[in-house]
């Protein structure tokens, strides 16, 4: 199909492999440079598919023998530690949730598999089959792992929980991957990498139609520019409060300060001088006839 173009397509699949592979490397980064304020957005599921596929390709490879294969995946198992290693760091201090019980739990059971998957490899050739089948079912859902976030991305109609990095270099190692199972007739590598080129349309679809967009800090900013704008408000409406000056004498004011002469004048005695007491004085209109 390819022609004399079938072996660099083929390095260039290998070299494809390894760089997707090292995609979470930049997601984690983004981790590492905020602090762990950045972990919500890196989903555990998509880091141990992707390390359960390196660890299982890489069992594949030694025992059947690929040396192409064992250099790639090796690479890829030792990112996908340092990476996890790096999450599980940070969700220790963020207490983040989506890095809780439910993904620790995961992290066992995915190195338990991994170690029980080279037991069962080591025993036999035709276990060694079996676990190629198993690696081509993972490699469809390390594809696909940035879907499992979809839900979220269709809530908030914001695509930063998917990486572009891993969907960009997924769908180039897929659809490479495609051209050399199509050149070499083989469907153990036209059916996944068909599978992923699908997946990969999907999500990088996903990202152009949901854009990304720093959705907590423009709440947090739009939210300081209203607490800002009320408290000056309220200070305007204080001040001017404050600048009114009381109206002239009224015959309420009067009535109410000379009630208080009164309660000041027998509260001190000051009745010495025989004068009576000064009374208030009732002044709501009431009438009164003098006969």
């Known amino acids: ?29 983004k981790v590492h440079r905020s602090q762990g304020k950045a972990l919500r957005d890196v989903c555990p599921s998509n880091l141990l598919l992707m390390l359960v ?27 996908g530690c340092y990476c996890l290693t ?6 220790r201090q963020c207490r983040e949730q989506t890095w809780g019980t439910a993904a620790a739990a995961s992290t066992v059971l995915a190195f338990m598999a991994i170690f029980l998957a080279l037991v069962y490899a080591a025993t036999s050739f035709s276990h060694v089959q079996q676990l190629g089948y198993l690696a081509m079912a993972v490699n469809i859902l390390a594809y696909g792992a940035p879907l499992a976030v979809v839900s979220r991305v269709l809530v908030e109609k914001c695509s930063r929980a998917l990486p572009p990095a891993q969907c ?3 769908l180039s190692c897929s659809f490479l991957w495609l051209c050399v199972g199509l050149t070499a007739q083989s469907m153990p590598l036209i059916l996944p990498n068909a599978c ?27 939210g300081l520019g209203r607490t800002l704008l009320a408290t000056s408000q309220s200070g ?26 009164s309660r000041q004048s027998s509260r001190h005695g000051s009745t010495s001088t025989g004068l009576p007491k000064p009374k208030p004085m009732l002044l709501v209109g009431i009438c009164t006839d003098a006969d």
Request: aromatic content about 14%; proline content about 6%; glycine content about 6%.
């Open 196 to 222: 992923g080129v699908l997946l990969a349309i999907l999500q990088l679809f996903l990202i152009w139609f949901y854009p990304r967009r720093d959705r907590d800090e423009s709440l947090s900013s739009q």
């Open 1 to 29: 199909m390819l022609g004399g173009l079938s072996f660099y397509v083929e390095y260039a699949a290998v070299a494809a492999s390894v760089c997707f592979l090292l995609s979470p490397l930049v997601e984690v980064q």
């Open 168 to 170: 960009i270099l997924a």
């Open 236 to 261: 305007k409406k204080q001040g001017r409060l404050e600048n009114v000056k009381p109206a002239p004498g009224t015959w309420e004011i009067q009535y109410m300060q000379s009630l208080r002469h």
């Open 53 to 79: 596929n390196s660890a299982l390709w890489l069992w594949y490879a030694i025992f059947v023998p690929l040396p192409p294969m064992v250099v790639s995946n090796t690479i890829g198992l030792t990112a």
């Open 86 to 91: 790096s999450c599980w760091f940070y969700a």
